[in-house]
Each structure stands twice: as C-alpha cells, then as structure tokens.
Nanobody
Framework: QVQLVESGGGLVQAGNSLRLSCAAS????????MGWFRQAPGKERAFVAA????????YYAESVKGRFTVSRDNAKNTVYLQMNSLKPEDTAVYYC???????????????????WGQGTQVTVSS
C-alpha cells in the first residue's frame, strides 16, 4: 500500500509558475510509474503527465507540453510537476497517482493507476 500526499497548489496569476510535489510513503515508490491528472469543475479527470519509475520516459498531454515538466526523486520518494506559463484553463484539482505495474510505456489513463492522492487545488487568475 502506498499513500500519496500532494502539496504546492495555490492561487497564481496567468503567466506565473507553480511546482507541485507528491510525497509517497513506503519502500516501493521507486518501482512505480507515477502520473499527474487534473479535474476541473464539471469535467472529467484528465491526464496531465506521467513518468516511468526510472525517469527514462515522460509523457505529457498536448495542452501542457512545453509548459509542464514532470520529474521524480526516488531517494526522497517524491514526484514533482513544474508548471510554467500557467493559463486560466489550467485551473483544476491536481492529483498524483501511482501505477504499481509500471507499464511500459507509462499509461495515460486513470484506470491504470492503483493509488491516488487527495488532490491539491490550482487556481490561475487572468
């Protein structure tokens, strides 16, 4: 069992940056692929980014490509989402998730992920 806790959300103006962190409990974090998803009000949860356990592959949604960067530090049991050039349409609750099967390539669908954090709110004002 893995517990995930996101942090770093907040209210920012468009064009600014935020870095989200997701801290994981347990010894198996380094063997899991990790993903970031987001859910805006009235919308379904959507894929944002994913990273393999070894950081060898990263995937991004088209809407964030070139602006967001996913990374991880297995020594700290933490995955990050650096979000630059934020837009009002990035406003959502952001969730990190862990895929214990470590699919290759990493999955972009929420059903592939076994463990989820509670989410952190990101609000971007225009």
């Amino acid at each position: 069992q893995v517990q995930l806790v996101e942090s770093g959300g907040g209210l920012v103006q468009a064009g600014n940056s935020l870095r989200l962190s997701c801290a994981a409990s347990g010894r198996t974090f380094s063997t899991y692929n990790m993903g970031w998803f987001r859910q805006a009000p009235g919308k379904e949860r959507a894929f944002v980014a994913a990273i393999t356990w070894s950081s060898s592959i990263t995937y991004y949604a088209e809407s964030v490509k070139g602006r967001f960067t996913v990374s991880r530090d297995n020594a700290k049991n933490t995955v990050y989402l650096q979000m630059n050039s934020l837009k009002p349409e990035d406003t959502a609750v952001y969730y990190c998730a862990a895929d214990k099967s470590a699919r290759y390539p990493p999955s972009t669908t929420s059903r592939a992920y076994d463990y989820w954090g509670q989410g952190t709110q990101v609000t971007v004002s225009s």
